[in-house]
Nanobody, 124 residues
């Protein structure tokens, strides 16, 4: 049984940084792409960033490009999201997810396992 557990969320001020972590257990972590998504109150879940199984390739939503960085450590079965220059509009619950393959898609339907989420709140 695959489990994903996010951590690192919190309350910060605009301009601050946070690093989210996602620890995976079960399955073979290094064979799958991973992604981060977020959902703000009253809005649909949206793509934030994704990374290939090897970590060699990444993709970002335009809204976070240049501010957020996704990375992974296959030896630790973990994926990370470094978030810099945070803005109030980044406030959301952040979820990590495991892709159905080695690829790193941006559609939520292409991910088969999800964590419980971690809250990020950015005050102005």
């Amino acid at each position: 049984q695959v489990q994903l557990v996010e951590s690192g969320g919190g309350l910060v001020q605009a301009g601050d940084s946070l690093r989210l972590s996602c620890a995976a257990s079960g399955g073979t972590f290094g064979l799958y792409g991973m992604g981060w998504f977020r959902q703000a109150p009253g809005k649909e879940r949206e793509f934030v960033a994704s990374i290939s199984y090897s970590g060699d390739n990444t993709a970002y939503a335009n809204s976070v490009k240049g501010r957020f960085t996704i990375s992974r450590d296959n030896a630790k079965n973990s994926v990370y999201l470094q978030m810099n220059s945070l803005r109030p509009e980044d406030t959301a619950v952040y979820y990590c997810a495991r892709s159905r393959s080695i690829h790193f898609p941006s559609r939520a339907s292409d991910y088969s396992y999800w964590g419980q989420g971690t809250q990020v709140t950015v005050s102005s």
